[in-house]
């Protein structure tokens, strides 16, 4: 089987389906004015409040979509197919209130637990009174491009196609 069969086979397989059927946005409707405001229209923004949005809004995007988790490789989750690690390790870097929460990903095992960090993410920094320490502060580094303690591996069935391109 190759990475682009064993891609499909991820995305349409029942896990995947249950969890998107499961998905709660409503959740996440109280952000809206938040990321209507600082939620850059590309890119990661000129601010840090820019940043942080996004960093945010990306983690759970990506959760909710593609089932992706910020660090699949000291967590009890497999994320499969993109890597978000560079986000958490930018806002753990850049963002000390944010550790404690990020951190908690080296302790759960199951999927409501990963919820839970994204919502408690959200709630902290999706705010006014939070983001409005961060307001005045220029851009810092790259969300894009970020090291730290989480961790991002491609895991696929066949190791021989590691090197192997794909679109």
Known sequence: MDLQ???????????NKSLKESIDWSYYK?????????LPDMDEGDTMVNQI??????LVYKWY?????????NSGLTGWANDLSDYANWLYQYVPETKNILSDVFD??????????????ADLCLNEDFLSKYNEKPKKASIYECDGPFEFSMQDEDEDEDDEEWY
């Open 5 to 15: 069969e064993a891609t499909m086979n991820l995305i349409n397989s029942e896990s």
């Open 53 to 58: 949005v996004t960093a945010i809004n990306k």
């Open 65 to 73: 979509n593609d089932g992706d988790v910020f660090d699949n490789v």
């Open 108 to 121: 759960i095992h199951n999927t409501s637990d990963y919820e839970i960090i994204l919502k408690e993410l």
């Open 30 to 38: 109280k952000f809206h004015p938040i990321n209507d405001k600082y």
